[in-house]
Nanobody, 125 residues
Framework: VQLVESGGGLVQPGGSLRLSCTGS????????MIWFRQAPGKERELVAV????????NYANSVKGRFTISRDNAKKIVYLQMNSLKPEDTAVYYC???????????????????WGHGTHVTVSA
């Protein structure tokens, strides 16, 4: 499993970013895809989940209504559109993959053996 995140950067509060995660080494279309984030000094937390066929999504309460997860199975990419960004969204963002919707929405960081390098998002004026 190889996951490569991109799209992070510095953005002002209220701004937007779109993150991308490209997956390889596994059958991308068969996996639920998950975005996590880890803020400085905090534990990694689940942000958003999308089912393998894009029919279902799930979000952390802190990002509901502001973030949208989507995927393109042909390109093997999962996206995270982040709008109305707040300073508390500052974190390194990671993606990962899991089979099974219930297992995906309840996933914890320790459930995964490998991670990509992540992409840094800084929200600051």
């Amino acid at each position: 499993v190889q996951l490569v995140e991109s799209g992070g950067g510095l953005v002002q509060p209220g701004g937007s970013l779109r993150l991308s995660c490209t997956g390889s080494g596994f059958t991308f279309r068969g996996y639920e895809m998950i975005w996590f984030r880890q803020a400085p000094g905090k534990e990694r937390e689940l942000v958003a989940v999308i089912s393998s066929g894009s029919g279902r999504t799930n979000y952390a309460n802190s990002v509901k209504g502001r973030f949208t997860i989507s995927r393109d199975n042909a390109k093997k990419i999962v996206y995270l559109q982040m709008n109305s960004l707040k300073p508390e969204d500052t974190a390194v963002y990671y993606c990962n993959a899991r089979i099974g919707w219930e297992r995906a929405i309840s996933a914890l960081p320790d459930d995964f053996d490998s991670w990509g390098h992540g992409t840094h998002v800084t929200v600051s004026a």
